[in-house]
């Protein structure tokens, strides 16, 4: 069974920039696709962006501009987020899909302060 490990989340200021990751484990992570998704207290789980296997990223509107999404390696795949705002403030998940399977990893926080 595939694992995910979200890692990457803090606190940091109007402006800064943070890099998410998300590992895959115990399953052949390369071919799945990935998402990263975030959910404010709330709100409901929002769309952030994806990549498929081939490395073809699929931008949602909070993505745009701002946020670039890559696959490391086999096993990671990043979101790195740059200009970060107040509202940007959520736990984000990574989540990965192959046919059947889908994957959540228990996701890290972040937050930014004015």
């Known amino acids: 069974q595939l694992q995910l490990v979200e890692s990457g989340g803090g606190l940091v200021q109007d402006g800064d920039s943070l890099r998410l990751s998300c590992a895959g484990s115990?399953?052949?992570?390369?071919?799945?696709?990935v998402g990263w998704f975030r959910q404010a207290p709330g709100w409901n789980r929002e769309f952030i962006g994806g990549?498929?296997?081939?490395?073809?990223v699929i931008s949602g509107d909070s993505m745009k501009g701002r946020f670039a999404m890559s696959r490391e390696n086999a096993n990671t795949v990043s979101l790195q987020m740059n200009s970060l705002k107040p509202e940007d403030t959520a736990v984000y998940y990574c989540?990965?899909?192959?046919?059947?399977?889908?994957?959540w990893g228990q996701g890290t926080q972040v937050t930014v302060s004015s």
């Open positions: 115990g399953g052949p992570f390369s071919t799945y696709a």
């Open positions: 990549i498929d296997w081939r490395g073809e």
């Open positions: 989540n990965a899909k192959w046919t059947s399977y889908n994957y």
